[in-house]
């Protein structure tokens, strides 16, 4: 049996402590029930309204929360509230929902800049006081959408890459208990408060491996973390870079009848479809990110995209998986920003990330983030110009470039695109920046066909010649890049012969149908024909 893992940290308190562990890095998604009724982003007055009364809700809560605490803890408290009240927060914010940014990303916008400044100080001191703003930014955050942060388990042995000083002070020590940072510091407020309460904490372990409950040990006098066997540590900050070969050619792979190997994905399209994905048998040629975002409150939220794209990663295991940024708009709108123009104004897709990249870089940072705990491949929706992508790619490098300067772990994962939209399909070879392609067969349909959303089921076969030589033609433009197939057509075995003709040599389907379209590809040649004997 293996020995238990021994991580060197360093001591920030002194004692030694023993429980299961509490992973502060994969929050629970709040459910419909529970997110916010937030103001468009044009209504100014509205959307600081609410931010007003989140910011007193906030200052009431830590006001309570220091009812009764100490000197060193009031002191802490009382900080937070300072910066609570200080009219330049609130000046950088209005100036954002001036500029029509939404309440929850204009907060979150100024806030980061704040944290960021501290985070690249030269003094130690001022770079422990970058989790006391993150706490700030967090706490309002939860009362804008209706979710408090939750306590953890009392006992519990913290674990993350930080610790807020109000979730320090919230929580009921008397049981045990101790904490394992990521990063950290001594100077730190956190740290400040484990000593005066005799908290076991170290600091700096670096970023390790662990389930939720596992047991982990603390040691405060060592300066050492031990973990039970199975965890690992996480190999060292990862520079971003540019993937070189092809990223999406196993796992998943069967043979036509000649013997031309085939590769079968699958799609996911809700978070509860995770637990379902078997390694052993499939990657996720497209996880559509959209629908995991509920609301404003969700597509704001870091962390919570993270813990979501970390988890199917790691159950694919070395399986590639492919996660769409997020589809919203026109006939998918995303509650909080009903404001923004529907399909007719072209607002959807990359579109409207690119017209709201306060959108688009919290979701690139927790890709950016998750890249580093599996096989990821980023894919762009809607893409109709090659400048779209070059744009994308743009905001990807700007944000690992942060999150380099901060020590967050991350990875540049392949960027690529859908292919849905017919002036895209018969000018592929001019996308250049492109690492690969996913024929998306629903909109692809839908646009050359000109029909209604509504009619696009009834359509669908008439407009399959149409949309069949658009794919062979557009598949001799790619360029020998990975191509893939990933729309309602992929998963229906009437049009297998076509697509196989046309080059296709991928295909992801809704996990259902994948026995069907394994069955039906080990039946036909690599051309489209039946096998003899057939």
Same mark, same amino acid.
């Given at each position: 049996?293996? @020995?238990?893992?021994?991580?060197?940290?360093?001591?920030?308190?002194?004692?030694?402590?023993?429980? %299961?562990?509490?992973?502060?890095?994969?929050? *629970?998604?709040?459910? #419909? #029930?529970?997110? /916010?009724?937030? !103001?468009? !982003?044009?209504?100014?007055? &509205? &959307?600081?309204?609410?931010?007003? *009364?989140?910011?007193d809700i906030s200052i009431s809560e830590l006001e309570h929360l220091a009812d009764g605490a100490d000197a060193e803890s009031r002191d802490i408290i009382d900080f937070?509230? @300072?910066?609570?009240?200080?009219?330049?927060?609130? @000046?950088?914010t209005g100036a954002r929902l001036e500029a029509d940014e939404n309440v929850v990303f204009a907060w979150v916008a100024t806030l980061d800049a704040y944290i960021g400044e501290l985070e690249a100080a030269d003094e130690e001191q001022m770079r422990a006081r970058a989790v006391d703003i993150l706490d700030i930014k967090n706490r309002v955050l939860g009362a804008l959408a209706g979710t408090p942060i939750a306590d953890f388990p009392p006992g519990s042995v913290f674990v993350g890459k930080d610790m807020e000083p109000s979730r320090f002070l919230a929580h009921d020590w008397s049981k045990g208990g101790g904490i394992a940072l990521f990063a950290g510091s001594t100077a730190g407020h956190v740290a400040l408060l484990a000593r005066a309460k005799s908290v076991p904490m170290v600091i700096g372990t670096g970023r390790f491996s662990a389930a939720d409950g596992d047991p982990v040990s603390v040691d405060g006098n060592a300066g050492a973390v031990i973990l039970q #066997? &199975?965890?690992?540590?996480?190999? /060292?900050?990862? /520079?971003a870079q540019e993937p070189a070969g092809d990223t999406q050619t196993t796992g998943g792979e069967?043979?036509?009848?000649?013997?031309?190997?085939?590769?079968?994905?699958?799609?996911?399209? +809700?978070?509860?479809?995770?637990?379902?994905?078997? %390694?052993?048998?499939a990657g996720v040629g497209l996880m559509r990110s959209e629908f995991s975002i509920t609301s404003v409150a969700d597509a704001a939220n870091e962390e919570q995209q993270l813990?979501?794209?970390?988890?199917?990663?790691?159950?694919?295991? +070395?399986?590639?998986?492919?996660? $769409?940024?997020l589809d919203i708009g026109g006939d998918k709108p995303l509650p909080g920003l009903e404001d923004l123009p529907a399909l007719a104004s072209g607002l959807r897709g990359?579109?409207?990330?690119?017209?709201?990249? @306060?959108?688009?870089?919290?979701?690139?940072? !927790?890709?950016? $983030?998750a890249a580093v705990f599996g096989r990821l491949s980023v894919m762009l929706p809607m893409v109709t110009f090659p400048d779209e992508i070059d744009r994308m790619r743009d905001i990807f490098r700007e944000e690992a470039e942060k999150l380099g300067r901060r020590a967050l772990h991350h990875r540049m994962p392949p960027i690529g695109m859908m292919v849905e939209?017919?002036?895209?399909?018969?000018?592929?070879?001019?996308?250049?920046?492109?690492a690969f392609f996913s024929f998306g067969t629903n909109d692809l349909t839908q646009y050359l066909a000109a029909s209604a959303r509504d009619d696009i089921d009834a359509d669908t076969g008439k407009a399959a010649p149409a949309v069949l030589r658009l794919l062979a033609q557009a598949v001799k433009l790619t360029a020998g890049k990975p191509?893939?197939?990933?729309?309602?057509m992929a998963g229906n075995p009437h049009y297998l012969p076509g697509l196989l003709a046309a080059g296709l040599r991928h295909f992801s389907v809704a996990p259902d149908r994948r026995p069907a379209i394994r069955s039906a590809i080990i039946g036909l040649n690599a051309d489209g024909t039946r096998a003899a004997g057939e």
């Amino acid at each position: 049996m293996a @020995e238990p893992l021994r991580l060197q940290a360093k001591s920030a308190s002194p004692g030694i402590a023993s429980g %299961p562990a509490f992973l502060a890095e994969e929050p *629970k998604a709040p459910s #419909a #029930a529970e997110q /916010p009724d937030t !103001a468009p !982003a044009s209504r100014a007055v &509205g &959307g600081y309204g609410a931010l007003e *009364k989140a910011i007193d809700i906030s200052i009431s809560e830590l006001e309570h929360l220091a009812d009764g605490a100490d000197a060193e803890s009031r002191d802490i408290i009382d900080f937070q509230i @300072e910066v609570l009240r200080d009219p330049s927060i609130a @000046e950088a914010t209005g100036a954002r929902l001036e500029a029509d940014e939404n309440v929850v990303f204009a907060w979150v916008a100024t806030l980061d800049a704040y944290i960021g400044e501290l985070e690249a100080a030269d003094e130690e001191q001022m770079r422990a006081r970058a989790v006391d703003i993150l706490d700030i930014k967090n706490r309002v955050l939860g009362a804008l959408a209706g979710t408090p942060i939750a306590d953890f388990p009392p006992g519990s042995v913290f674990v993350g890459k930080d610790m807020e000083p109000s979730r320090f002070l919230a929580h009921d020590w008397s049981k045990g208990g101790g904490i394992a940072l990521f990063a950290g510091s001594t100077a730190g407020h956190v740290a400040l408060l484990a000593r005066a309460k005799s908290v076991p904490m170290v600091i700096g372990t670096g970023r390790f491996s662990a389930a939720d409950g596992d047991p982990v040990s603390v040691d405060g006098n060592a300066g050492a973390v031990i973990l039970q #066997a &199975g965890s690992m540590l996480i190999p /060292p900050l990862v /520079p971003a870079q540019e993937p070189a070969g092809d990223t999406q050619t196993t796992g998943g792979e069967l043979r036509t009848a000649d013997g031309v190997p085939i590769l079968l994905s699958i799609n996911i399209n +809700d978070p509860a479809e995770i637990d379902a994905l078997d %390694p052993a048998t499939a990657g996720v040629g497209l996880m559509r990110s959209e629908f995991s975002i509920t609301s404003v409150a969700d597509a704001a939220n870091e962390e919570q995209q993270l813990a979501i794209y970390r988890r199917v990663l790691e159950q694919a295991g +070395d399986r590639p998986v492919t996660i $769409r940024m997020l589809d919203i708009g026109g006939d998918k709108p995303l509650p909080g920003l009903e404001d923004l123009p529907a399909l007719a104004s072209g607002l959807r897709g990359i579109r409207l990330l690119l017209a709201r990249p @306060e959108i688009a870089r919290v979701q690139a940072r !927790a890709l950016l $983030r998750a890249a580093v705990f599996g096989r990821l491949s980023v894919m762009l929706p809607m893409v109709t110009f090659p400048d779209e992508i070059d744009r994308m790619r743009d905001i990807f490098r700007e944000e690992a470039e942060k999150l380099g300067r901060r020590a967050l772990h991350h990875r540049m994962p392949p960027i690529g695109m859908m292919v849905e939209v017919p002036a895209a399909a018969l000018m592929l070879d001019t996308f250049g920046s492109a690492a690969f392609f996913s024929f998306g067969t629903n909109d692809l349909t839908q646009y050359l066909a000109a029909s209604a959303r509504d009619d696009i089921d009834a359509d669908t076969g008439k407009a399959a010649p149409a949309v069949l030589r658009l794919l062979a033609q557009a598949v001799k433009l790619t360029a020998g890049k990975p191509v893939s197939i990933c729309g309602d057509m992929a998963g229906n075995p009437h049009y297998l012969p076509g697509l196989l003709a046309a080059g296709l040599r991928h295909f992801s389907v809704a996990p259902d149908r994948r026995p069907a379209i394994r069955s039906a590809i080990i039946g036909l040649n690599a051309d489209g024909t039946r096998a003899a004997g057939e």
